[in-house]
Structure formats: structure tokens, C-alpha cells
Nanobody
Framework: QVKPVESGGGSVQPGGSLKLACTAS????????????RAWYRQAPGEEREWVSL???????AYSDAVKGRFTISRDSAKGTLYLQMNSLKTEDTALYLC????????????WGQGTQVTVSA
């Protein structure tokens, strides 16, 4: 397995919470833990892929304005796992959420997951 694997998506009502996880296999975990930035993106149907959040190897975090104050990114390097705690979810958060690791410039990454679907509806 050379792709990280996302989990934790599902359907929730507005105002609800979900916690996504992105797990790297042993074959790529060592590479990812070598000073790699890890990130979450999302893509809604018919929309461009949108950056959500990132975390640097030393724990520095950044968030898009759309999710700032509601989402929290974290990483457990020992497990090779990236997390995204999503609170106060809105209908506009509905999208396929993808994790990425090890930026190669131009907004692209060496590793991309397949995504996990998050649906927020009343």
C-alpha cells in the first residue's frame, strides 16, 4: 500500500461533528515522517479541489478561512496518522475529504489518499 487511507467520514446533521483519520502504511510512514507537511483537502461535486488545513513536521498548523475555528488538524507521527476534528459542521462542508503528504511544490503532494465522504444535511 503506497497511498494513505482516510476513514471517519459519514453523514451528520448541521452542527454535528466528525473526526477524520488518515493512516499511512509502514512502507511510506518513514518517508512521511521525514519533515513532510501533511494536509487535508476537500472536493465537492462539480467544484475544484479546495485546501482545508495543513500541519508541518514541527506541528505548525494553518487553516482555510472557511474552516478556521471549527476544524482542528493534528498528527501522531508514531502511528503515521493524520487527524481532522470537524465541529459545527455546515451543509457547505459536504465534500470528499482527501489527505495528502509531502509537498512537491505547486500545491501538489507526493502522497494522496482516495478520500472519505462527508455529508452534512438536515
Amino acid at each position: 500500500q503506497v497511498k494513505p487511507v482516510e476513514s471517519g467520514g459519514g453523514s451528520v446533521q448541521p452542527g454535528g461533528s466528525l473526526k477524520l483519520a488518515c493512516t499511512a502504511s509502514e512502507s511510506i510512514k518513514e518517508d512521511i515522517n521525514k519533515n513532510c507537511v501533511r494536509a487535508w483537502y476537500r472536493q465537492a461535486p462539480g467544484e475544484e479541489r479546495e485546501w482545508v488545513s495543513l500541519i508541518g513536521p514541527m506541528g505548525t498548523t494553518a487553516y482555510s478561512d472557511a474552516v478556521k475555528g471549527r476544524f482542528t488538524i493534528s498528527r501522531d507521527s508514531a502511528k503515521g496518522t493524520l487527524y481532522l476534528q470537524m465541529n459545527s459542521l455546515k451543509t457547505e462542508d459536504t465534500a470528499l475529504y482527501l489527505c495528502a503528504a509531502c509537498g512537491v511544490g505547486g500545491g501538489d503532494y507526493k502522497y494522496w489518499g482516495q478520500g472519505t465522504q462527508v455529508t452534512v444535511s438536515a
